[in-house]
C-alpha cells in the first residue's frame, strides 16, 4: 500500500528565511508525486507534478526536487501569503497500467510571519 | 490552470435528509474523478474514484449504498450523502484528472473549492 509521510506537520518562518518540506513516500512504481497548497475551507490547488528522480521544478519562491524515496518543497524568501497548509500526494502504476487512487500525506501547515 | 466547479461550497440540512454534490469540470473532459472527505485539521481522505460511465470504486469503510456516486457524462459527477447524520459532518472535496495528460503537460488533478456539510 502506498504512503506518505509529509514533515514537519507544523512550521513557522519569518519573512524571508527559506526553509524546506519534505515528503516521504513508499509506492510500487511511482507514476507521479504531487504538491498541492491548501488554504482553509479550500480546495487544493494545484503545484507541481514530479515525475522521475532527480526532476525539479520551480514556480516563484517554490522549487519541487524528487529522489526515490522523497521530495523537497523548497521556499526561498517566504512572504506571508505563502502561509497556507501544503500537501504531497502519490500515484502508482495500477496492475493494468491504469489510474491508481491518490494518496495525500497529512500536510505541513506553513505559517509566515511578517 | 483547468477549473472545477464544485456545488453547493456550505449546506445544513436536518438528520435524515440527503444532500447532492455536484463536481464539473469547466473546461476540460475528466474520465476519472474523485471524491475525499477531510475532518478538521487532517489530510484528504479518498471516499471512491469514479470513472464516467462506470460504478465508482469505493475505498474500504467506505458506504456505497450511503454515499451514492453518480459520474453520467464527462463533465459532470455528483456525490449523493443518503439520511444524513451529524457524524456525516464534513467537509467533502472532488477532483478530476485531466484529460488528456499530453494536453495538459502530464498528469494534473484539480480540485473543486469543497463542500461545508452540517448536519443538525
Known amino acids: 500500500e502506498d504512503q506518505v509521510t509529509q514533515s514537519p506537520e507544523a512550521l513557522r518562518l519569518q519573512e524571508g528565511e527559506s526553509s524546506s518540506l519534505n515528503c516521504s513516500y513508499t509506492?510500487?512504481?511511482?507514476?507521479?508525486l504531487f504538491w498541492y497548497r491548501q488554504d482553509p475551507g479550500k480546495g487544493p490547488e494545484f503545484l507541481f507534478t514530479l515525475y522521475s528522480a532527480g526532476e525539479e521544478k520551480e514556480k516563484e519562491r517554490l522549487k519541487a526536487t524528487l529522489t526515490k524515496k522523497e521530495s523537497f518543497l523548497h521556499i526561498t524568501a517566504p512572504k506571508p501569503e505563502d502561509s497556507a497548509t501544503y500537501l504531497c500526494a502519490v500515484t502508482s502504476h495500477g496492475l493494468s497500467g491504469g489510474y491508481q487512487k491518490v494518496t495525500f500525506g497529512t500536510g505541513t501547515k506553513l505559517q509566515v510571519i511578517p | 490552470g483547468a477549473v472545477v466547479s464544485q456545488h453547493p461550497s456550505w449546506v445544513i440540512c436536518k438528520s435524515g435528509t440527503s444532500v447532492k454534490i455536484e463536481c464539473r469540470s469547466l473546461?476540460?473532459?475528466?474520465?476519472?474523478m474523485f471524491w475525499y472527505r477531510q475532518f478538521p485539521k487532517q489530510s484528504l481522505m479518498l471516499m471512491a474514484t469514479s470513472n464516467e460511465g462506470s460504478k465508482a470504486t469505493y475505498e474500504q469503510g467506505v458506504e456505497k449504498d450511503k454515499f451514492l456516486i453518480n459520474h453520467a457524462s464527462l463533465t459532470l459527477s455528483t456525490l449523493t450523502v443518503t439520511s444524513a447524520h451529524p457524524e456525516d459532518s464534513s467537509f467533502y472535496i472532488c477532483s478530476a484528472r485531466a484529460w488528456p495528460p499530453d494536453f495538459w503537460g502530464g498528469e494534473k488533478l484539480f480540485f473543486g473549492s469543497g463542500t461545508q456539510l452540517s448536519v443538525l
Open positions: 473546461d476540460f473532459q475528466a474520465t476519472t
Open positions: 509506492v510500487s512504481g511511482l507514476r507521479g
